[in-house]
Nanobody, 121 residues
Framework: QVQLVESGGGLVQAGGSLRLSCAAS????????MGWYRQAPGKQRELVAV???????NYADSVKGRFTSSRDNAKNTINLQMNSLKPEDTAVYYC???????????????WGQGTQVTVSS
């Protein structure tokens, strides 16, 4: 079973920074993309950032210029550096991976357990 484990969440004051990390482990043949999603209470889960296998990175408009995502393929990890945090960034942040568990298998989505990010005014 593939596992994604997030770390780095916490409580910060508006304008502060946090760095989230996610490590993928288990039966992984290849990873097509890794990314971050977030979900605030009463709201739908939304894309924050995603890095594709070709290196292209997409960000939600709401975080462009403030958040930076990076990857380490050797360790199957992805990071999210969050700067200039705003109260509206408060949410549970989930790591996501789209991957193959073996050669010729269909790609599947995997999710981490989530880590809470709280930004106070």
């Amino acid at each position: 079973q593939v596992q994604l484990v997030e770390s780095g969440g916490g409580l910060v004051q508006a304008g502060g920074s946090l760095r989230l990390s996610c490590a993928a482990s288990g039966s992984i043949f290849s990873i097509n993309s890794m990314g971050w999603y977030r979900q605030a209470p009463g709201k739908q889960r939304e894309l924050v950032a995603v890095i594709f296998s070709d290196g292209n990175t997409n960000y939600a408009d709401s975080v462009k210029g403030r958040f930076t995502s990076s990857r380490d393929n050797a360790k199957n990890t992805i990071n999210l550096q969050m700067n200039s945090l705003k109260p509206e960034d408060t949410a549970v942040y989930y790591c996501n991976a789209v991957l193959h568990t073996q050669r010729y298998s269909y790609q599947s989505n995997y999710w981490g357990q989530g880590t809470q990010v709280t930004v106070s005014s």
